[in-house]
């Protein structure tokens, strides 16, 4: 069964049929080509696919594409304008929290939120923030330092 | 030395394109008519398929094909990301089939689907009936061994894959126990557990228009991905292309052929249409690869002052349902028990690689070295408790002695930080006072310290091959165009080799690029990431590529200047007068005209082949404080610190990054991680990231890195091996502060709170 849908990606809009067995997962990799949007487990487990939908994350594997209907979806595509990276993903580069990267895109889109929020976070609250993505690389360590020198720029 | 880039903190090469989302991975690479393959796994762990019927998955619209055990016979491939060998005795096992009628392991690979769609695929998968006889299964190397049990593989004896001995000393080992007034045994035992790279296993091949098979794959191991596969199919070396994009992480997950040669079958059967296989992370988890399950039994004899004169270790690893690396990964224990300590008299270590039906042990990060290295430095905080000693003395009056030749002759040991790692580790945790103050405690919650050592080949060298290529072309304008067979998996070789070239060169790091695919129909031969090889190996190719083309720029630039090569250097991308570092002209003025002067063209490129015939040793050690809470048996790691003698660190904040995610992983390994199979039916129990415990954000304590930079004669720049060893030394680092906090000796891993409760209830603490 299909049902038509009118949602923004990455800023635009766009009215499409998606079958609603869909998770937005596939639709933003397979309709979108959006490919930073990572599956690393299909059951949202891991956080690699996270999205976010107007002011929250979610697991886009185990979230349906008809769900995200009249919403707006920001993957990490969206985070730079042109050659200008964001606070976030500079920070990412700088303090050396990337390495293999298969997890970066889902945990910016987390820290990209925390930044637009304004709140304070504490090193404690970084990580109950980030604690819905894993990472097999870091030890976490170079990824709290990124996001909490991202939240003090 | 002074040095321009090298030892400079610069940023990964492929970070920008990591944080925006343009790197691109094996499976976000499309192909027009794409194809998927699902694989119908057995669900018993032993035994043989009497009856498969596909009719119904046939019959599916949107299935094009079903392949049966039937139609793979005589399929039969070594599946081990090693060096080949010219000796065929000291050749991987070949006794994996594409599919099998002989059930292993609980998820063996019977029969595989192709159809247009990944759904349609899962849904065949799921209409094919398959009848078994059930054999009995073993889940413990020893069961596997006993006389009267089934041979998982028909004609291997008990199941034993490899069996070895090494013997050292002037006298043999029970002579020498007699000599001892002390001898302590011990039984550890370590558990499988599975890498859990973010990236599952995913693998796509397709036929060209030139009768090319080309797979595209998340591999450690591009070239030999190629070897594998040209021998299995008959097909000349020339028409098989391996491409590996970007890896999504492998810890040795990747350095065995999981997929591609199934995956080459599947496109033949298509027609040459690309087929993808892309497994789900429960397929991942039990049906790739794991880290070997071991038990160690380990004896040693001391003397009243601690002193060890006698040394013993007899190991049994499992191997699981294929032979994967075979015996290399105990083998390789043999070897690394008689180089962090010495013994005066005799030390012997024997070896046993076991089938059982179990995942497939395989490569994990550090190759059996967490496991024996669980074992020895355990059961020496058992000695040193018993004796009444300092566990940080009685390791320091028994390490091996600096200069001193390795006692299997395999490796040098010139570079040696050892001691002063457990220095400044012992100064970082305050490890007098707290070893003092945390002596007598009583209540619920209690403290310790703990430390643990390691030692750690860089490299394979004298056991198999070390060669790596580089490939340099200088483009028009000076740009560094550096080509390797290295893989980057995530760990940052591209980084660090950019890095080498550029400092050799002289010019700036940002000049030169690096393509992050590898092709090995272009890429220089490399046998792939894998022994922590890659910056000492692979960076003594790039250097020599880099220094061949140095020589050009100058001895062009000499002639065009009027000067002698000899008096010029290149600095920062300009050359410059030796013995003042005058500025002559940037170097660009050169190879321009090595492109386009009309009597002399002849563009500066350098294409080499290195071979390393050195092992230099790596070594750390980590302290840990933990507290421990009796009640409910959990550890808390309170704080760590990973303290390395890598030779030269080149690049501080990859380094870091490495020894983080090491620690990590051990951590896991020392608290939360093993993977459990059901003792009545064989089948796994754990394999999704909510059941197989990986450390999260919220279990990970903050990690302290700190280095001891030593310099390797024999390295490109004064390094040695650093992305595996960081995992070796914090279990039982922690382990031990365990035993500090408690006075329980904790033989097994994890260290979980059923696991300790029980332990503690055991001793009486509650």
Redesign the interface.
């Known amino acids: 069964m299909k049902k038509t849908i009118t949602l923004k990606v990455n800023g635009k809009e766009k009215t499409l049929d998606v079958d609603v067995r869909m998770s937005l997962l596939e639709l933003l990799r397979d309709t979108f080509n959006l490919t930073s949007v990572k599956q690393g487990c299909g059951e949202g487990e891991c956080g690699a696919c996270t999205v976010i939908i107007d002011d929250f994350t979610v697991d886009s594997c185990v979230y349906l594409a008809v769900w995200a209907d009249r919403r707006s979806v920001r993957t990490a595509e969206s985070l730079s304008e042109g050659e200008k990276l964001s606070v976030m993903q500079e920070m990412f580069i700088e303090e050396g929290a990337v390495q293999c990267g298969f997890c970066t895109p889902g945990i910016l889109m987390t820290a990209t939120l925390m930044k637009e929020s304004g709140k304070k976070y504490s090193r404690d609250e970084i990580r109950r923030a980030l604690s819905g993505h894993l990472c097999r690389c870091t030890g976490y360590q170079k990824i709290i330092d990124a996001v909490g020198k991202g939240l003090e720029k | 030395m002074e040095f321009k880039t090298v030892g400079k903190?610069e940023?990964?090469k492929?970070?920008?394109?990591?944080?925006?989302?343009?790197?691109?991975?094996t499976?976000?690479l499309d192909m027009r008519g794409m194809l998927y393959a699902g694989i119908f796994r057995s669900t018993i762990a032993h035994g043989r398929v009497v009856s498969i019927d596909t009719s119904e998955a046939e019959a599916m619209d949107g299935v094009l094909k079903v392949v049966t055990p039937e139609d793979v016979r005589g399929y039969i491939f070594p599946t081990s990301g090693h060096p080949f060998s010219l000796d065929p005795a000291q050749r991987d096992i070949a006794d994996r089939p594409l599919l099998t009628d002989r059930v292993r392991l609980c998820g063996d690979e019977i029969a595989a689907v192709i159809a247009e769609d990944e759904i349609t695929a899962a849904k065949a998968v799921k209409k094919i009936k398959v009848g078994y006889e059930e054999y009995p299964f073993y889940l413990d190397p020893e069961d596997a061994m006993k006389e009267g049990a089934v041979e998982i593989h028909e004609g291997v004896k008990n199941n034993i894959v490899g069996h070895n001995r090494i013997a050292l000393g002037y006298s043999d080992i029970d002579a020498a126990f007699g000599k001892s007034d002390h001898v302590f045994e011990d039984v550890f035992e370590t558990p499988p557990v599975q890498?859990?790279?973010?990236?599952?296993q995913v693998t796509y091949a397709y036929i060209d228009g030139n009768d090319k098979v080309v797979i595209v794959t998340s591999t450690q191991i591009p070239h030999i991905v190629r070897r594998i596969i040209a021998n299995l199919y008959k097909l000349p070396y020339g028409k098989v292309r391996v491409i590996k994009p970007?890896?999504?992480?492998g810890?040795g997950n990747k350095q065995d052929l999981v997929l591609e040669p199934l995956a080459v079958f599947l496109t033949m059967q298509a027609g040459g249409r690309p087929v993808m296989l892309n497994l789900?992370?429960e397929e991942c988890i039990a049906c790739t690869r794991t880290r070997h399950g071991m038990r160690h039994y380990i004896k040693t004899g001391v003397r009243k002052d601690g002193r060890i004169i006698a040394r013993q270790l007899r190991s049994y690893g499992t191997s699981g349902a294929y032979a994967s690396h075979g015996h290399a990964i105990v083998g390789k224990q043999g070897s690394n028990f008689t180089r962090t300590y010495s013994a005066e008299l005799a030390s012997s270590f024997e070896g046993f690689t076991v089938y059982t039906n179990m995942s497939t042990a395989g490569a994990m990060r550090a190759y059996g070295i967490p496991q024996v290295t669980f074992a020895v430095e355990s059961h020496h905080d058992n000695i040193a408790e018993a004796l009444s000693m300092d566990p940080a003395a009685f390791r320091e009056m028994n390490l091996i002695k600096e200069g001193s030749p390795d006692p299997l002759g395999h490796v040098s040991l010139k570079s040696y930080g050892l001691k002063e790692c457990i220095r400044k580790g012992k100064e970082y945790i305050g490890w007098d006072r707290k070893r003092q103050l945390y002596s007598m405690q009583s209540g619920y919650i209690r403290r310790g310290v703990g430390l643990a050592c390691f030692s750690y080949a860089t490299g394979v060298w004298p056991h198999l091959l070390e060669i790596s290529g580089a490939r340099i072309v200088v483009d028009q304008d000076g740009s560094v165009q550096l080509q390797v067979g290295a893989a980057e998996?995530?760990?940052?070789s591209d980084t660090i080799l950019c890095q080498i070239a550029a400092e050799t060169i002289g010019v700036p790091y940002e000049m030169v690029d690096i393509e992050p695919f590898t092709d090995t129909d272009s890429s220089p031969f490399d046998t792939g990431a894998y022994a922590s090889r890659q910056s000492y190996v692979s960076g003594q190719a790039v250097k020599k590529a880099a220094l061949e083309v140095r020589e050009k720029i100058l001895e062009r630039g000499g002639k065009k200047l009027n000067m002698d090569s000899s008096e010029l250097d290149i600095v920062d991308g300009n050359i410059v007068v030796k013995k003042d570092l005058s500025v002559l002209v940037p170097i660009s003025d050169i190879t321009l005209a090595s492109y386009y002067e009309k009597e002399t063209a002849a563009p500066i490129v350098s294409d080499v082949s290195n071979r390393i015939n050195a092992n230099p040793l790596s070594f750390g050690v980590t302290v840990a404080e933990v507290e421990v809470d009796l009640k409910t048996g959990k550890i808390k790691v309170i704080d760590i610190c990973n303290i390395h003698d890598s030779g030269k660190i080149l690049n501080r904040?990859?380094a870091?990054?490495q020894v983080?995610?090491?620690?990590?992983?051990s951590l896991g390994y020392a608290l939360t991680e093993k993977m459990l199979y059901d003792p009545e039916t064989g089948k796994h129990l754990n394999n999704?990231?909510?059941d197989y415990k990986?450390?999260?954000?919220?279990d990970?304590p903050?990690?302290k890195a700190d280095f001891v930079e030593t310099y390797e004669e024999t390295a490109p720049y004064g390094n040695k091996a650093l992305g595996e060893p960081p995992t070796v030394s914090p279990a039982p680092a922690v382990r031990n502060a365990v035993l500090h906090a408690t006075g329980v000796a904790v033989s097994s891993l994890p260290m979980n709170p059923q696991n300790m409760f029980d332990a503690f209830k055991k001793a009486g603490l509650i």
């Open positions: 903190g940023k990964r492929d970070a920008v394109a990591k944080v925006t989302g343009k790197a691109k991975y499976a976000d890498h859990c790279q973010m990236e599952n970007v890896i999504g992480g810890f789900t992370r998996i995530g760990q940052g904040v990859t870091e990054g983080h995610g090491g620690m990590s992983m999704n990231l909510l990986i450390p999260t954000i919220l990970t903050e990690l």
